[in-house]
């Protein structure tokens, strides 16, 4: 193609780490990047692991181009199993995250007891659905189209 030799590279797996997770072990600063809030969670306690004194927080990057919102609910054992419904916890860039989360509908988890889920899955707390607010990106009308 147009005389350009181009030296094939294999393609970096490309990692969606949208989380920061710092924090201080054993006397040093620590940092590493977290896909989700489950991988943050992992990482702070392997660091209290080794450290019954480190201390960390985790939040959505600063540079995050927007809100992040994640899906939990009450870990199996923690709660009746029809108040396990899924709720959503909205998340904004940079703000920094400690021992629990406040969903959409005011409900408070402690880290540690939410079971995090994927699009779609568990069933839906309907405040949070209600309190989720209208779509940011309405779709468009066609002109003439029917309102």
């Not at 590279?9 to 006397?27: D, E, H, I």
């Not at 940079?94 to 540690?112: D, E, F, Q, S, Y």
């Amino acid at each position: 193609m147009l005389g350009v030799d181009v030296a094939e590279r294999p393609a970096a797996p490309c990692r969606l780490a949208p989380f920061m997770v710092v924090g201080k072990v054993n006397g040093r600063d620590e940092a590493a990047r977290a896909a989700g809030p489950a991988e943050a969670l992992s990482l702070m306690l392997g660091w209290l692991a080794a450290d019954v004194d480190a201390t960390a927080v985790w939040y959505l990057r600063e540079d995050w181009p927007g809100p992040v919102t994640v899906i939990g609910r009450q870990a199996p054992g923690t709660a009746r199993e029809t108040r396990r419904c899924a709720h959503l916890f909205p998340l904004e860039p940079g703000a920094v995250l400690r021992g629990a989360l406040t969903a959409g509908c005011g409900a408070r988890l402690r880290l540690p007891e939410i079971e995090w889920l994927p699009l779609g899955a568990g069933m839906p707390c309907e405040h949070c659905l209600a309190t989720a607010g209208v779509c940011r990106n309405p779709r468009p009308l066609l002109e003439g189209g029917r309102r």
